[in-house]
């Protein structure tokens, strides 16, 4: 293949520096001129020749900018990458070098990001992510480049993936359209973005709003002194603010979002201000999550995830597949991109013994007995409190210690009425949650090996509690089952078995 024995040498375009430095200029912006007079001086003294001086007169901050500008370039200018006859290779020869080679065979997804800054100078980040756990920090790859010169890379190193992987299709094909591609309108996005809201978000920015209205009416209700609460009202609005960014942000994440089915690879894009585009090779899922929040459960929608190697930052999770939808269309959609799985009935799950929901009952009354007796501790320590009336101590504690069993024994009941196991052909399927709730399809071939434990009691009433290790990320490589009969759990040990 020509392409393979080209040698392509790669340097991020030059607005990578302010990428780099946006926020390090911000915070020097805002420091120099917090001061008027030096910056007065200083421009003065540079006026007359004395740039050293002005420099000085500034706090330095002018002359620190310089130096972790001259620092940023010639970082920039010294690091490169270099793709040559199947192998990548990343050059920093800056004070420490370093020298990272690895093979294309080795990279499992090649994805395209291009957040706000990025489409204004029309660039795109080329992300290259490889099989590696261990040394992902240093052999996962990302370079900026020019659009033209970005589709070209990744054109290039598709290609030669599959001539690796012995494959005939035509490089770019998933550019032009062909097959099946799963499409969602505005309005099944904007219903996305409300299905997949966390309950902490809506109750966190509505109390936030709801504080700061508060603290604005008593300023003129009390006449107290609008200078001394403007600062609590304005971190209560930023804070406001930041939460109802975050929520309108995952909608806009999912905007265009479309997925498409070619060969033995997924090609999925969405996004608005940050525009994204990535390729799942099919052969490298790990498991398949359908994930319910706590509004989908109760609007019976769910969103579907892949776990593989490369999935990092807000994917690390898993990546998103297919967007909020019913059983029913999810598992149509489904058999387009991924035939190879199929979604479990969820009401076929064998579910924990009551033994475990009395044990949690059994816990939660410990907790509650050790809460009683740290409040009256706690109550006889606190001078006002001290006071009280021998009953009237007794009362709050208890009235603590009830509410805390109460807290624990709903938590303990929502994980215990989420978990179930299911054992398929080739799958075994794991269901657990809290308010939401997580059902994860994980072929028996990706289980690196299975982690049990039992305890005293456990050993007592035929418990184990158990955990599975895939091949993945460091935050989804160990994923939890929960506690059943001991019995639920020697199907898997046999069908791990029969695998290897």
């Known amino acids: 293949m020509e392409e393979k024995k080209k040698v392509i040498t790669l340097r991020n375009h030059f607005t990578y520096i302010f990428e780099e430095m946006w926020k390090f200029l911000l915070v020097i912006i805002l420091m120099l001129f917090s001061s008027e007079e030096s910056v007065e001086v200083g421009v003065k003294l540079i006026k007359q020749g004395n740039v050293f001086e002005g420099l000085l007169a500034m706090g330095g901050i002018l002359l620190v900018l310089l130096l972790v500008l001259f620092w940023q370039i010639n970082r920039w200018y010294r690091t490169t990458i270099t793709i040559q006859d199947g192998t990548v290779t990343s050059r920093k020869a800056t004070l420490n070098r370093r020298i990272n080679t690895m093979s294309v065979a080795n990279i499992s997804n090649i994805n395209l990001e291009q ?61 032009k359209g062909e097959g099946d591609t799963i499409h969602y309108t505005n309005q ?15 109750l966190l920015s509505f109390v936030l709003v709801l504080s700061t209205i508060v603290t604005g009416i008593s300023i003129f209700q009390e006449e107290k002194d609008i200078m001394v609460i403007l600062p609590a009202i304005f971190f209560q609005l930023i804070a406001a603010c930041s939460v109802i960014y975050d929520i309108v942000k995952k909608w806009l994440k999912s905007f265009r979002f479309k997925a498409k089915r070619d060969g033995n690879k997924i090609y999925i894009s969405y996004g608005l201000l940050k525009k994204q585009s990535y390729v799942v090779p099919v052969d490298k899922i790990n498991a398949v999550i359908l994930h319910y929040s706590f509004i989908g459960r109760v609007c019976k929608m769910a969103t579907v995830k892949v776990i593989h190697i490369g999935g990092e930052g807000e994917d690390a999770n898993g990546r998103i597949l297919l967007l909020a939808d019913s059983y029913q269309e999810l598992e149509r959609k489904l058999k387009v991109l991924l035939p190879e799985f199929e979604l479990p009935d969820i009401h076929a799950f064998t579910r924990p013994p009551r033994i475990v929901m009395k044990f949690a009952i059994f816990y939660a009354f410990v907790t509650a007995v050790i809460v009683l007796v740290l409040a009256l501790f706690a109550i006889n320590a606190i001078e006002e409190l001290a006071g009280l009336g021998f009953g009237v101590q007794i009362a709050i504690s208890i009235a603590t210690a009830i509410m805390v069993f109460a807290f624990v024994w709903y938590f303990r009941y929502l994980s215990y009425r989420a978990a179930g196991i299911l054992y398929k052909k080739e799958n075994f399927v794991v269901s657990k949650g809290l308010f939401s709730r997580t059902i994860q399809t994980i072929p028996y071939r990706r289980i690196q090996y299975i982690h049990q434990k039992q305890g005293v009691l456990q050993r007592l009433f035929g418990l184990k509690s158990t955990q599975v290790s895939i091949l993945a990320n460091s935050i989804s490589r160990i994923q939890p089952i929960g506690t059943f009969a001991q019995e639920n759990f020697r199907e898997l040990e046999v069908k791990l078995k029969e695998t290897y």
Not at 142 to 155: P, R
Not at 188 to 202: A, D, H, P, T, Y
């Open 188 to 202: 099944e996005i904007f219903r996305n973005g409300l299905i997949c809201l966390s309950i902490s978000e809506v």
């Open 115 to 175: 957040n706000l800054f990025e489409m204004l100078v029309g660039t795109y980040k080329v992300k290259m992510d490889t099989n590696s756990l261990s040394t992902a920090d240093t052999t996962d790859l990302a370079v900026v480049l020019k659009k033209k010169e970005a589709l070209k890379v990744k054109e290039l190193l598709l290609s030669m993936l599959r001539e690796i992987e012995g494959e005939t299709e035509a490089v770019g094909q998933e550019e």
